[in-house]
């Protein structure tokens, strides 16, 4: 067989690795769409790098966009076969997906709205408009692709093909999926007899302790492992350094300087564990009594899926459900989807916590918030997550910084610019190393491939395999194809 990695190489986005077997099945490992440069990124999720009638199924390790973004396009495109994930990945492509289709359609909408103006008279037979990759439409047709199976259970794609999830932790429905194939070692010469090889691709990792996921499970035994850098060089705080964290900045924004707190946070996974935090908070009556908004459509509606699954939620969750039936609801708490009502939060002046989506600051109702707000000295912008080196929210972040531009205009940076860093769905390089370590026998590993990563966290990261007892370690570049 061979592996082609053609996305998420020397960065976090763009998920897409393709297996195929001496056999001729091809087995694409996530599809995931490239983001974080705006329109600069259209070209190169219009250009897969292969052809997707020609690919037999889709192995779907979770419901993020930078790795199930390009679904519907590759169903667009001519790709016929079937979608594999979990129950819970298939609930929140769903929706996510949707999601990414109606912005997609407003800002073609917005972008052909503005080459018209600036191409008044066009030269006869030439168009200046895009299209979006793909609507609301395609995804609701895509859909049908999708088949589901559960955690820990071995089924097969083709004759000479196994699979099976396991729970990674990183959010709801994530998985390391675990494939077998049957055929002949390349190495062992002409007369060799097939045995069975075993590639784990290990989607995103997630934190050994959090708040509202259960740790990673243990995986089977393999002999090939693509695994995820995204902090193969940080370590991460404790979830409980993380909680009160999370309370001193609510005290100093909120109580202390009386303004406005706004968390930029993505709509799935990262909301609900806020959420859940500020809920314990509430409960053990250490939330200062102020009004709470989670400003998103898409958050108030995966909210809902969170709850329609309560055995793929932590101890902790479940502990707490004992005696609070929402944990992800409190009396200060409000879900706002109305567009009018989210305009009215940036006129506000009493001090509130203000949790929108875009968690990179790139879209959504949270930047028209940030816009309004961070002239204000009294206000916070709290980055919980990864922020994609280009970003707003990763732009804003820089020391120093007294200017920035929102929206077109510059804008006078007075507001406190905070981060937490352990709200992370992501582990560490020390908890992945753990994680990996106690599911395999690492000598029996015989190549590991670094993918989704930054440059400097993959290099970083492949010291800590090797001094951890991985050898044979290799950082693909994009298009680089491996024998196994």
């Known amino acids: 067989m061979t592996i082609q990695f053609i996305g998420a190489t020397g960065e976090v986005t763009g998920s897409k690795h393709l297996i195929t077997t001496d056999a001729g099945h091809r087995i694409l490992l996530d599809c995931g769409m490239y983001q974080g440069k705006g329109m600069e990124t259209d070209a190169a999720n219009r250009d897969l790098g292969f052809d997707p009638a020609t690919i037999d199924c889709v192995v779907l390790s979770h419901a993020h966009i930078d790795?199930?973004?390009?679904?519907?396009?590759?169903?667009?495109?001519?790709?016929?076969?079937?979608?594999?994930?979990?129950?819970?990945?298939?609930?929140?492509?769903?929706?996510?997906?949707?999601?990414?289709?109606?912005?997609?359609?407003?800002?073609?909408?917005?972008?052909?709205?503005?080459?018209?103006?600036?191409?008044?008279?066009?030269?006869?037979?030439?168009?200046?408009?895009?299209?979006?990759?793909y609507t609301q439409h395609d995804v609701e047709k895509a859909m049908h692709?999708?088949?589901?199976?559960?955690?820990?259970?071995?089924?097969?794609?083709?004759?000479?093909?196994?699979?099976?999830?396991?729970?990674?932790?990183?959010?709801?429905?994530?998985?390391?999926?675990?494939?077998?194939?049957?055929?002949?070692?390349?190495?062992?010469?002409?007369?060799?007899?097939?045995?069975?090889?075993?590639?784990?691709?290990t989607g995103d990792v997630g934190r050994l302790h959090s708040h509202i996921l259960p740790s990673p499970m243990l995986f089977p035994q393999c002999d090939y492992l693509i695994c995820e850098s995204t902090y193969g060089d940080r370590l991460h705080d404790d979830p409980m350094v993380t909680e009160e964290q999370l309370l001193g900045v609510v005290e100093d924004t909120c109580v202390r300087r009386k303004g406005q707190l706004l968390i930029p946070s993505f709509s799935v996974g990262r909301t609900q564990e806020i959420v859940y935090v500020l809920n314990q908070l509430y409960n053990d009556g250490r939330l200062p009594h102020i009004p709470v908004y989670v400003d998103s459509p898409m958050s108030t509606n995966a909210t809902q899926i969170f709850r329609m699954y309560p055995e793929a939620l932590s101890d902790d969750?479940?502990?707490?459900?004992?005696?609070?039936?929402?944990?992800?609801?409190?009396?200060?708490?409000?879900?706002?989807?109305?567009?009018?009502?989210?305009?009215?939060?940036?006129?506000?002046?009493?001090?509130?916590?203000?949790?929108?989506?875009?968690?990179?600051?790139?879209?959504?109702?949270?930047?028209?918030?940030?816009?309004?707000?961070?002239?204000?000295?009294?206000?916070?912008?709290?980055?919980?997550?990864?922020?994609?080196?280009?970003?707003?929210?990763?732009?804003?972040?820089?020391?120093?910084?007294?200017?920035?531009?929102?929206?077109?205009?510059?804008?006078?940076?007075?507001?406190?610019?905070t981060k937490i860093e352990g709200f992370s769905g992501h582990g560490d390089w020390r908890e992945m190393i753990d994680y990996f370590t106690r599911s395999l026998q690492v000598e029996n590993v015989k190549r590991t491939f670094i993918v989704h990563g930054e440059t400097g966290a993959q290099e970083a990261y492949k010291e800590h395999l090797h001094d951890a007892g991985?050898?044979?370690?290799?950082i693909p570049q994009r298009g680089d194809t491996v024998r196994l």
Request: hydrophobic share 35%.
């Open 67 to 133: 790795h199930s973004g390009l679904i519907p396009y590759i169903c667009k495109k001519g790709f016929k076969g079937d979608i594999y994930c979990t129950p819970a990945t298939r609930d929140l492509c769903a929706l996510m997906l949707t999601d990414t289709a109606f912005i997609q359609e407003q800002d073609v909408r917005m972008y052909n709205k503005k080459i018209d103006r600036q191409h008044p008279h066009k030269e006869k037979g030439k168009t200046y408009k895009i299209e979006p990759l």
């Open 145 to 201: 692709h999708f088949v589901t199976y559960s955690y820990d259970r071995r089924f097969r794609l083709f004759d000479e093909v196994l699979l099976t999830f396991t729970n990674s932790g990183h959010m709801l429905g994530s998985a390391i999926c675990s494939l077998e194939i049957y055929e002949t070692d390349p190495n062992a010469g002409a007369s060799a007899e097939k045995r069975w090889k075993r590639v784990t691709y």
């Open 317 to 417: 969750v479940r502990d707490t459900m004992q005696f609070d039936p929402d944990p992800f609801g409190f009396n200060t708490l409000r879900y706002i989807t109305d567009i009018h009502e989210s305009k009215t939060l940036n006129h506000k002046e009493d001090p509130c916590i203000i949790i929108s989506a875009s968690g990179m600051l790139e879209a959504g109702r949270i930047k028209h918030h940030v816009a309004n707000h961070i002239s204000d000295p009294r206000c916070t912008i709290l980055i919980v997550g990864y922020c994609e080196p280009t970003t707003l929210g990763a732009r804003i972040q820089k020391p120093g910084l007294k200017w920035i531009s929102i929206f077109g205009l510059d804008r006078r940076i007075k507001a406190q610019i």
């Open 470 to 474: 991985f050898r044979n370690i290799d």
